[in-house]
C-alpha cells in the first residue's frame, strides 16, 4: 500500500453559520490521497466536491476536522498553510479566466516566482510545465488572449504544474472542450502524473472519463462520502448511483442491456478497452443470445 499523502479528518465545513442560511458544505468528511494514485471524485451539484477541494490545499479552512499533508496540519502556522499551495496544487473549472500576464511565458512563472526560486530554475520549470501541456516557443511569447480555448487551458494549467506539485487536483479539467480536445488533455495531465509521480485527483461529471483514469472512485452526496472504491466496484453499483441520481459508464449501460437480452457479458465492464475485449471473447467462444 503506498502512503498517504494527503487526507482529511472529520472534516465539517459550515457556511453562514449562526444565518437562517446556515448549511453544511461538507459534513464529516475523512478522505485520504495516496502517493501517485489517481482519485476520480464525483457527486451531484451540490454533493460537497468543491468545498472539500478548496479544503485540500488551504483556500478554504474547515469549522472543524483536520486536514493533513504528509502527516502534518496544514493549518498549523500561516507559513505551512501557504508552502502546502506549492505542494497541492489546484486548478479551478475554467482556469483560463484567470490568466492576466503579457505573455503565456510570464502567467506560466507567476506560481514559481512566488515561491522565491532563481531565474534560472524558475526558467527551467516554465520550460518543463510548457513541455507537458504542448506549448511551443512561440506560442510562449504569444499573449494568453491570443490563444484557442483549449490552449488557454493548457496554459493555465502549466501555471499550477510549473510548481511542480506532488498532488494535482483539477475541477473538471475537460469542461467546455471538444472530444480532440478532452483526449489531448487528459494524456498531457497523466504525462505530468507518471513522469513526476504525482498524485491526482479530479473531480468530474464525466463517468466514462473517471472509469478511464481513475484508481479509487470516492462518490459524495450531501457533504459526506457515499461511497468509495475501485471504478470496477463503484460502477458495479448501478442501483444505488441511480438512486444518487448519478449514471455509469455508457458502455456500462449497453452491456447491462445485452445481459437483459440474455447474452452473457461480463459484469463490470466500464472502460471502451474492456468492451472490445469482451466482444472479441465472445466472439472467439460463440456466445449468442
Known sequence: MRDIILQTENLIHTYSPGTP????????????????????????????????????????????????????????????????RFHVGLVFQYPEYQLFEETVEKDIAFGPKNM?????????????????????????????????????????????????????????????????????????????????????????????????IADRIVVLSGGKVAMEGTPAEIFSRRQELEDLAMSVPEVTNVFAELDKLGISVPGSVYTMEQAVEAILSLKGGGAGA
Not at 478522505?31 to 472539500?52: A, P
Not at 485540500?56 to 502527516?71: A, D, Q, V
Not at 475537460?174 to 502524473?193: C, F, H, Q, V, W
Open 21 to 84: 442560511f446556515e448549511h453544511k458544505g461538507v459534513d464529516g468528511i475523512s478522505f485520504v490521497v495516496h502517493e501517485g494514485e489517481t482519485v476520480g471524485l464525483i457527486g451531484q451539484t451540490g454533493s460537497g466536491k468543491s468545498t472539500l477541494i478548496q479544503h485540500l490545499n488551504g483556500l478554504l479552512k474547515p469549522t472543524s476536522g483536520r486536514i493533513l499533508y504528509r502527516g502534518e496540519d496544514i493549518f498549523r502556522t500561516k507559513t505551512s498553510t501557504r508552502e502546502t
Open 116 to 212: 522565491g526560486l532563481s531565474q534560472e530554475e524558475i526558467a527551467a520549470r516554465v520550460a518543463r510545465a510548457a513541455a507537458f501541456v504542448d506549448i511551443d516557443d512561440e506560442m510562449l511569447q504569444k499573449s494568453p488572449f491570443e490563444l484557442s480555448g483549449g490552449q488557454k487551458r493548457r496554459a493555465a494549467i502549466a501555471g499550477i504544474i510549473a510548481m511542480e506539485p506532488d498532488v494535482l487536483i483539477l475541477d473538471e479539467p475537460t469542461a467546455g472542450l471538444d472530444p480532440a480536445g478532452r483526449e489531448s488533455l487528459m494524456a498531457n495531465i497523466m504525462r505530468y502524473k507518471e513522469e513526476k509521480g504525482a498524485a491526482v485527483v479530479i473531480v468530474s461529471h464525466s463517468m466514462d472519463e473517471v472509469a478511464r
